[in-house]
């Protein structure tokens, strides 16, 4: 793997604001995805990083730092349907010319009224 | 039409049976990836087809065999499976394997739920 390291688990409530942490060591990095994955379906997208700095859509945001390895993924006006696991899925193109995705373990965010 | 189907939804199958599980898309997609997603865990990359050729295979056992039709079909053939390899099998689709870039990000089917009995 590429030692992506994110938490295991989170909780918030209703309205707030929840940052959720990836950290990465890999040599070929060409970009960090973060997906949402809601129990039993199919990963999807939400945000894509690959220069350093904050991305921003609607309530979501994604922030990169290449030189620390490191991500973010910042929910805010948390809702309940965004209770999910969050996956940090990180390019590495050494050694191929494909885009290969390794993911982390995902974060299992749960949102409390 | 974004979008990346599977079938069967759910298939339960002896270890002496012979199954496909079957991908589709029609976004003009030249890669597509099949992956093995256990509960709890990320998805495992198994295979890449990159405009219909196999590029990349993750030592997966032989009795796991893709197939590649045409650049919107992707197939998943099982054979003489075990109990462990039970999982839910994700498809998904890029517009290629090879460039960067938000565009590139890959679209994921709904899976199939296999249960090896």
């Known amino acids: 793997g590429q030692n992506i390291d994110q938490p295991t688990e989170m909780t918030a409530t209703e309205g707030a604001i929840v940052q959720i942490n990836c950290t990465y060591q890999?040599?070929?990095?060409?970009?960090l995805f973060w997906y949402q994955q809601h129990a039993g379906e199919a990963p999807t997208f939400l945000s894509y990083?690959?220069?350093?700095g904050l991305e921003e859509k609607g309530r979501f945001s994604s922030f990169l730092s290449r030189s620390k390895g490191y991500s973010y993924l910042l929910l805010k006006e948390l809702q309940m349907k965004d209770s999910a696991s969050y996956l940090c899925?990180?390019?590495?193109?050494?050694?191929?010319?494909?885009?290969?995705?390794?993911f982390g373990r995902g974060t299992q965010l749960t949102v409390w009224p | 039409d974004t979008e990346v189907t599977q079938t069967p939804k759910h298939l339960v199958m002896g270890m002496t049976n012979k199954k496909s599980l079957k991908c589709e898309q029609h976004m003009g997609h030249r890669a597509m990836y099949w992956y093995k997603q256990k509960a709890k865990k990320p998805p495992e990359l198994m295979f890449v087809?990159?405009?219909?050729?196999?590029?990349i295979n993750e030592s997966v056992p032989s009795r796991f065999s893709p197939e590649c039709p045409n650049s919107s079909l992707l197939n998943l053939h099982l054979h003489a499976l075990q109990p462990e390899d039970s999982a839910l099998y994700l498809c998904?689709?890029?517009?290629?394997?090879?460039?960067?870039?938000?565009?590139?990000?890959?679209?994921f089917g709904p899976g199939t739920r296999l249960t090896v009995l």
């Open positions: 990083n690959v220069l350093d």
């Open positions: 998904a689709s890029s517009q290629d394997g090879t460039s960067g870039g938000p565009n590139n990000e890959q679209f």
């Open positions: 890999t040599s070929g990095f060409n970009g």
């Open positions: 087809y990159s405009y219909e050729k196999l590029s």
């Open positions: 899925a990180v390019r590495d193109d050494r050694g191929s010319t494909l885009g290969r995705l390794y």
